[in-house]
């Protein structure tokens, strides 16, 4: 470091940087019309704290276990596998990151090689001597682990090279041993080797001389931050790291990660986050099938490396669901594998709030209705009450928004008084209709003489709402979360974190009131929705509550849990030749809130009326309003002088902007409707009944309106009291998700030691299947 002047500084990294001479830095300085901008690699004291400031990793060290580049015969390598993790590696190399390989694999190919060789010479030999009917006895003998190491190496190193060159990519190959490491002087030529290469825009691959190594002594482990014994890969990669100040390792295996019991056993969990100190709480299984490490020696080798400054993750390399994507994936910071950090987070992981809410969900599935009631009318007073700090946090979002989102965003963001009144009016109205909610008996059948069947509504389980700058889905969504008695996890934007935070304490401050507080989580974590998405074995069901873009992904994402909701809110509105003048100006479908889901996108005009007088009124009243027009393909040819022609018809404008176009009937005005809509909320608007009825028959979309606003479709507006969304989905619940669509049913049946072979030909009973009335109101 060279200082000079009192607030000038600059630094060099020697390994990295052809160091700077003092007179050219004086020289720049002195001469203004002179700028040099040094780009520096970023200098890290310690490890990266979350996943997601892996995207900043410079340099990466990938370890290849034996499990991951061996074949499952261990007689040759896994070729495929392989290929896609040369891929990946080429890519961020590629991107201008510095990659090393850490390797196995030479002792795997040199037994292919030699088994090859033995076989060859044996069946000569046994040619020549004894005919070819001792062939099919011929065996091979045992082969040792340096000569096939010895054997196999150059083979490797070509297969590396070859892949690698696909990709413009020259690799260089480095043998060692402990030696390299622990004399002076040869740990400086390795690192000085290594630090040439990179800068070369090589790729090293390194690996253990397994030909003159001594075999690994059982109990030689590591020994604090300067001493580590290269007896493994994984120690070998560890060491690496640290001497060449690497920011991330990743070590490839045959397991998802580690686990806090051997995997493969009952209760054997996955661990996102491992911290040190947890060591105590990891019971080590066996090792792989091949290598001579193990999870034990990993996760030993990683927390030498993660005290050395460098951060760690182990992953699976072999299971061909990801091996394709698993590298990158980590980079990009999505939650593979299992990450060591130093940094305990404030809270709960994600896995264990989601834990919390379920055990706390089943409480409060088993209160009496009068109890979950109870908790949703303190809810409602809780936002009257507490409206002062609830607006307060709201101003302090709404005024970060105001300088970085657009108008939508804003009204989105928004609460005021009368939100606050109609949200308390909502909840109240919803926490009336929870009382004939969880328990409540659907059917009854007597399936024979005393054995009685029954269908009852249960709650779904843990459900994950994920919603965008709207802080008024939060209180919606929990009070319907509690009437249905089900868990809830929340993920909202950061752009309402302030808004939602005091919304949340208010929930659980209502729940408490029955002990319950924990039902209900806001995940604040710096989780990816991705990553939610994977926690299949938790989570029952996914509403998203946002932009299509949101939906879209969360339906990509979600493999494994059902996703409730719609991607586009494309809605229409048809003004058949019949219509009343008055009825079509009134319907404020597109004016009264355009950003809404349920607001109209396209209009639809019957051909007789252009070139009227309500044809004229129409437009004005939009130009008044000032809607943006887009003219439809058959509009614009109507036209002399037309709107910019709509670049799609199936648009989403969540804008003061709709497309208007021409039908020539009702029946072309379905048929547009079913090709360009999104099965949300359409209109008609007309005075002929038989058409009116035609179209609410024929046209299959989640909601359709005669002579009224698309906006209507909103739970609160159906008497729903909440919604948690619209769903377009065909199967258990459509239109405006309220109560009903939160719950599912579970089978009911009472006998008296009944068998079923007390049913078969030759036994004693039939079977009755007679149903039995239901009282209303007739509760499990």
């Known amino acids: 470091k060279i200082k000079f002047m009192p607030t000038l500084k600059f630094s060099c990294v020697s390994q990295r940087l052809k160091p700077l001479k003092f007179p050219d830095i004086l020289r ?48 040759g390598l896994a070729l495929g596998r392989l290929a896609s993790i040369v891929e990946q590696v080429a890519m961020l190399q590629n991107q201008g990151r510095e ?77 060692v041993t402990n030696l390299d490491f622990h004399d002076e002087q040869k740990r400086r030529n390795l690192n000085s080797t290594l630090h040439e290469l990179l800068r070369m825009n090589i790729v090293p691959i390194i690996n253990t001389n397994d030909a003159v190594v001594p075999p690994p002594v059982p109990n030689s482990d590591l020994q604090g931050v300067n001493v580590i014994s290269i007896k493994d890969n994984d120690s070998l990669a560890a060491r690496l790291a640290v001497e060449m100040k690497v ?16 995997p493969g056993t009952d209760d054997a969990k996955l661990i996102d986050i491992f911290y040190p100190g947890d060591q105590q709480s990891i019971t080590y299984g066996t ?44 980079v990009e910071g999505k939650k593979v594998g299992t990450f060591f950090s130093e940094v305990k987070p404030a809270g709960p992981t994600v896995e264990q709030q989601t834990e919390m809410a379920r055990h706390a969900g089943r409480t409060l599935a088993s209160l009496l209705p009068e109890q979950r009631a109870e908790i949703i009318c303190c809810l409602a007073e809780l936002l009257i009450e507490k409206k002062e700090e609830i607006l307060n946090a709201n101003k302090k979002d709404m005024e970060l928004a105001t300088t970085l989102g657009t108008e939508p965003l804003i009204n989105r963001l928004s609460l005021s008084t009368a939100k606050l009144n109609s949200l308390a009016i ?15 008996v659907l059917r009854r059948t007597r399936v024979a003489n005393n054995l009685e069947l029954e269908q009852i509504t249960v709650p779904i389980g843990v459900l994950l709402v994920i919603f965008e700058s709207r802080p008024d889905c939060l209180p919606q969504v929990s009070a319907l979360a509690i009437a249905s008695g089900n868990a809830l996890l929340l993920k909202g934007g950061k752009e309402a974190s302030n808004t939602n935070k005091i919304l949340h304490q208010l929930t659980q401050e209502a729940l408490s009131i029955h002990g319950v507080a924990d039902a209900i989580q806001l995940v604040s974590t710096r989780e990816e929705v991705e990553d939610l998405c994977r926690l299949d074995k938790m989570i029952d069901l996914i509403i998203p509550r946002g932009s299509s873009q949101l939906v879209r992904e969360i339906q990509r994402a979600a493999k494994g ?25 009134d319907i404020d479908s597109k004016c009264d809130y355009p950003a809404a889901c349920n607001a109209m996108e396209t209009l639809l005009i019957h051909r007789d009326l252009l070139r009227t007088p309500v044809f004229d009124q129409i437009i004005d009243m939009l130009r008044t309003e000032q809607v943006k027009i887009h003219a439809g393909p058959r509009f614009a040819s109507y036209l002399t002088f037309s709107p910019s022609e709509v670049k799609s018809l199936r648009t989403e404008y969540g804008d003061l902007e709709c497309c208007i176009e021409v039908v020539d009937s009702m029946q072309e005005a379905v048929d547009h409707i079913h090709k360009y809509g999104s099965s949300h909320t359409d209109v008609i608007v007309t005075e002929n009944e038989e058409t009116a009825e035609q179209f ?31 769903s377009t989905a065909r199967i258990h619940a459509r239109g405006p998700v309220g109560l009903e669509g939160l719950l599912t049913t579970k089978w009911v049946l009472r006998g008296e030691g009944h068998t079923v072979a007390d049913f078969s030909e030759q036994g004693s009973m039939k079977y009755l299947h007679e149903n039995i009335p239901v009282p209303q109101g007739s509760f499990n």
């Open 287 to 330: 090792k792989s099938r091949v290598g001579i490490g193990g999870m034990e020696a990993k996760v030993k080798a990683a927390l030498w490396a993660l005290q050395g400054g460098t951060s760690v993750i182990i992953a699976n390399g072999t299971d061909p669901k990801v091996t394709g994507h698993v590298i990158t994936d980590i």
């Open 247 to 262: 920011d991330l390792l990743i070590a490839l295996s045959d397991v998802q990660g580690l686990y806090d019991s051997p």
């Open 696 to 726: 609410l028959q024929q046209v299959d979309s989640a909601c359709v309106f005669w002579n009224s606003s698309s906006r209507f479709a909103d739970g609160y507006r159906f008497g729903l009291g909440a919604e948690v969304g619209i």
């Open 28 to 75: 720049s300085y002195t001469n203004l019309r002179i700028t040099y901008l040094l780009v520096l690699p970023r200098l890290r004291m310690h490890s990266f704290a979350h996943r997601s400031e892996l995207k900043q990793a410079k340099r990466i060290v990938v370890k290849l276990g034996s499990a991951v580049v061996t074949r499952g015969d261990e007689c």
């Open 561 to 585: 849990i059902p996703v409730l909701g719609h991607s586009e809110g494309i809605c229409h509105v048809y003004i058949d030749s019949d219509a009343s003048i008055d009825k079509a100006l």
């Open 99 to 175: 990659m090393m390989i850490v390797t196995s694999g030479a002792v795997a190919f040199g037994k292919q090689r030699l088994r090859h060789e033995i076989l060859l010479s044996q069946s000569v030999r046994q040619a020549l001597h004894s005919g070819q009917n001792q062939l099919k006895d011929m065996s091979v003998p045992v082969l040792e682990a340096r000569a096939c190491a010895a054997a196999g190496q150059s083979g490797l190193m070509a297969l590396y090279e070859a892949m690698f060159t696909q990709y413009s990519i020259c690799t260089a190959q480095i043998l």
């Open 426 to 440: 909502g909840l109240r109205q919803l926490a009336v209709s929870s009382r004939n909610s969880v328990g409540r």
